[in-house]
């Protein structure tokens, strides 16, 4: 009996390992004493409340896996035969589609946010860092990876595997300023570039290549200043000493494109062409250009893939970092090869559950699960197994989504656990006004906005409202969360909401045809008559006073006191007609089974993601009378 209960403690710790602990695949973990590292997560965490959540996370995952090897075990040969005709049909077919005809480059600025801290204190750049809170770091730079310190890890375990660590403060602010600066050099070589997050990016540099080819010598020309640089490339070279001999740096001066008359200028304006460096005309030179202007401009570094579609670029970025790059050739039979031997966890999309899933069935690289594509149309639904199926053949998209084809954007924090309701509405204004201004800049506006929340018990729950115009400012976008994020305060009193994360998310953006549609309609609409502008003006007053009411009411005892105050003032000064009615509409909107928007101008759309129970969506239209 002892002993059962030994393996299966033993089990239960290496689900939560798989979960928790190192995950040397990560650049700059390469090489470490992983079980050393695993053995301190699991003494700082063991008990807590981060730990009982992994564990029941754990824990619906091996019930998926039984469940999965149930089916597994009922699956005849015949069966097994018939699938892997069917799935070798549709790999001849993929086959004969595949491109390789596409240059695609994904760029991954190294540890950009720690990086960006060490550049602007360089006390900080011998030192092992990270930068986050305690509750959650974001990134860290690679002196403290060596520690097993990374990203989407609690600060308090970080402390534990590196005791002299240091913690700075997220600032977002500062690396938007520098990710602009990175995007403006991206845009040079592909107008269409498709940023991911701010130290992210995927190019199509296809069309760049075939120009570049009739570009004379000066213009792929590039010279250094004379600040020192910070770049220190994979063979441990000075980034300037390697592209010339001097060891000399900082911005470039591109060139225009009259080259006798900057050959007059050369001397006037101090530049030597000793003092410069030239680029090819390949991909690998494009990169390398790309890579060397961001770290003159910037003294950041990156790393870079080159590759036929985005899948294998972004594997190739991850190759040789931290300041590298890499370049599958675009031939089948090197895409194949690159892919033989490489782990699944490396592969984008596939994370800790799916890893586990398939490590259940024996599948642990890309080549394994090419073997197994036959069993795996049988135990997967058909998005997963053709999914499956490409990443094992190393097929991906090389269409790069404009920003008119964005499905949403959003921003969140993680902070140390936030309990009352006015310091809680206070972020969601702040999180509404990041939202806002990124929003605005790409010039894009949606119909549904998405709070999410993350509980003091690591339960995340998400709360959507879909309204009838879509949103695009501060105010519009705050108007909707905070009735999400009250009906959420409301569904727990009279206890606090605790929470360690908020996140706002905006999606459903409107596309150009929707755009110019909606124009005529209002501007049809407005012409139909006047007591139109009269309903939005009442209704613009209305916001306003609900937002003055909410935002700057001083606060006299705890908050659900005064909310329940309110509705028994409410109550008695209502005709007794009119009570019935509005009793009936406050039951809907503190009802947070409902989801109920207190807005008379939304659709709202409640989604609670709970652990034993599945998503449930409820929408409630309210109409003004």
């Known amino acids: 009996m002892d002993n059962m209960k030994k393996v299966a403690n033993s089990s239960c710790n290496d689900g939560v390992l798989l979960r928790m602990g190192l995950n040397d695949n990560k650049a700059g973990m390469e090489g470490l004493d992983k079980e050393k590292i695993n053995k301190i997560i699991m003494e700082a965490t063991k008990g807590s409340k981060f730990y009982v959540n992994e564990l029941k ?8 896996i039984e469940k999965m090897m149930q089916l597994k075990e009922k699956i005849t040969a015949q069966q097994l035969l018939k699938a892997q005709l069917q799935v070798d049909k549709l790999v001849m077919e993929l086959e004969q589609n595949r491109n390789l005809s596409s240059t695609i480059v994904h760029i991954d600025m190294d540890a950009f946010y720690a990086a960006v801290e060490m550049r602007d204190n360089p006390e900080l750049k011998e030192k092992p860092i990270a930068v986050g809170s305690m509750s959650m770091l974001s990134t860290s730079n690679y002196h403290a990876r060596r520690f097993g310190v990374r990203a989407a890890m609690p600060g308090f375990i970080a402390k534990r595997l590196c005791p002299h660590l240091t913690i700075v403060p997220l600032n977002f602010e500062k690396y938007s300023k520098v990710s602009k600066e990175v995007r403006e050099i991206l845009a040079e070589y592909d107008p269409n570039f498709m940023p991911m997050g701010l130290d992210e990016a995927y190019l199509n540099i296809t069309e760049h290549l075939e120009e570049r080819l009739n570009w004379p010598e000066e213009r792929r020309r590039f010279f250094f200043n004379t600040e020192s640089t910070t770049g220190i490339d994979k063979d441990g070279m000075n980034m300037s000493a390697k592209f010339n001999k001097a060891e000399v740096s900082s911005s470039p001066v591109l060139f225009e494109d009259d080259t006798s008359l900057m050959d007059d200028n050369l001397e006037q304006r101090g530049l030597s062409v000793e003092n410069s460096v030239v680029f090819g005309t390949s991909a690998e030179e494009v990169v390398k250009e790309i890579r060397f202007r961001i770290e003159q401009k910037t003294q950041l570094t990156a790393s870079a893939g080159i590759a036929p579609n985005t899948m294998l670029a972004k594997m190739c970025s991850d190759r040789n970092k931290p300041n590298g790059q890499y370049r599958i050739s675009p031939e089948r039979l090197a895409v194949l090869d690159f892919l033989k031997d490489l782990p699944i966890r490396k592969v984008p999309g596939i994370g800790k559950v799916t890893e586990k899933m398939l490590k259940a069935l024996g599948i642990v690289t890309c080549s394994e699960l090419y073997h197994q594509r036959a069993l795996l149309s049988l135990l997967f639904s058909e998005v997963s197994w053709r999914n499956f199926l490409d990443i094992s053949l190393g097929l991906g998209s090389t269409h790069l989504e404009k920003d008119g084809e964005r499905k949403s954007m959003s921003t969140e924090r993680t902070f140390s656990e936030i309990n009352t309701a006015e310091d809680q509405y206070s972020l969601c204004r702040e999180l509404c006004r990041d939202l806002a201004q ?19 018990n690591f339960e995340v729950k998400t709360r959507a409202s879909t309204v009838l115009s879509s949103v695009a400012t501060e105010e519009e976008i705050f108007t ?32 150009e045809e929707e755009k110019k ?8 609409f407005l012409k139909s008559g006047k007591e139109v502008g009269s309903l939005m003006l009442q209704t613009q007053k209305s916001n306003q006073e609900y937002f003055t009411k909410n935002s700057q009411a001083p606060h006299r005892g705890s908050f659900f006191d005064q909310k329940r105050a309110a509705r028994q003032l409410n109550r008695e000064n209502i005709s007794p007609n009119k009570s019935t009615r509005d009793l009936s509409k406050r039951q809907q909107c503190t009802n947070p089974s409902q989801g109920a928007k207190r807005s008379g101008l939304t659709a709202s759309q409640s989604v609670s993601k709970k652990a034993k129970s599945s998503n449930s969506k409820h929408t409630i239209k309210m109409f003004f009378k």
């Open 57 to 64: 996370k754990d824990q619906q995952v091996n019930q998926r």
């Open 438 to 456: 990124e929003l605005q800049r790409e010039g894009l506006k949606g119909k549904t906005v998405t709070l999410k929340l993350k509980n003091v």
């Open 480 to 511: 909707v969360a905070k009735d999400l994020l009250g009906t959420e305060i409301d569904s727990v009193a009279p206890h606090p909401l605790r929470i360690r994360l908020m996140g706002v998310r905006v999606s459903g953006f409107l596309t």
């Open 517 to 524: 549609y909606q124009q005529k309609s209002i501007t049809s």
